[in-house]
């Protein structure tokens, strides 16, 4: 099945700069990758997907990028706030297949 | 749009008791709905998917005859933990999926539980 690495599973930015989070996925055949944000205690929130037929998408701040060849995806996030600090997910669906396996998250960390 | 409800959100059971959690889609028909359960600080695992009309299927290691997956209606699917044990304690988190021409799950607000 679909395996899903994520990396770094810590970052820590300044506030104000930005941060990128990488996963890589082993399924050439997934082409759906959403990005799940989670607060302590609360549920996953979808922030931006992007499937395989697209290179690149960007809402506001945050904007994700495929690259197929080299089967990895990218979480950016421009101008980073406090609010911005939780648990990122990052996630791949394969081809007839509604299952989405998970990356182990981010513990992404926005200091003042 | 798209909302997912849970109910309960916390719940505390003694050892060997049931308890039953429900999953809602609020505003959308949900064909298919996922179940997960996530330790601290550790990703999601999924423990099965559930269509409507038809049985769960389970991933490996999940035992069917102990999470108990119903999924009777386009809006409502439901787990039961039977006979807990304190090793179940976990959060459990619903996701929903409108179909499978659908790519996007929405997640409910998890349920807490714990076993004593």
């Known amino acids: 099945g679909e395996n899903v690495e994520q990396h770094p599973s810590t970052l820590s930015v300044q506030e104000g700069d930005s941060a990128v989070i990488k996963c890589t996925y082993s399924d050439s055949a997934s082409n759906y990758f959403p990005w799940y944000k989670q607060e302590l205690g609360k549920r996953p929130q979808l922030i931006i997907d992007i499937r395989s037929n697209v290179g690149e998408k960007k809402d506001q701040r945050i904007a994700v990028t495929l690259n197929k060849t080299a089967k990895h995806f990218s979480l950016h996030i421009t101008e980073t706030q406090p609010e911005d600090s939780a648990v990122y997910f990052c996630?791949?669906?394969?081809?007839?297949?509604?299952?989405?396996?998970f990356g182990k998250g981010n513990q992404v960390v926005v200091i003042p | 749009g798209a909302v997912v409800s849970q109910h309960p959100s916390r719940v505390i059971c003694k050892s060997g008791t049931s308890v039953k959690i429900e999953c809602r889609s609020l505003?959308?028909?949900?064909?298919?709905m996922f179940w997960y359960r996530q330790f601290p600080k550790q990703s999601l695992m999924l423990m099965a998917t559930s269509n409507e009309g038809s049985k769960a299927t389970y991933e490996q290691g999940v035992e069917k005859d102990k999470f108990l997956i119903n999924h009777a209606s386009l809006t409502l699917s439901t787990l039961t933990v039977t006979s807990a044990h304190p090793e179940d304690s976990s959060f459990y988190i619903c996701?929903?999926?409108?179909?499978?021409?659908?790519?996007?799950?929405?997640f409910g607000p998890g349920t807490r539980l714990t076993v004593t």
């Open positions: 505003d959308f028909q949900a064909t298919t």
């Open positions: 996630a791949a669906r394969s081809y007839g297949n509604n299952r989405l396996a």
């Open positions: 996701s929903a999926s409108s179909g499978t021409g659908a790519y996007e799950q929405y």
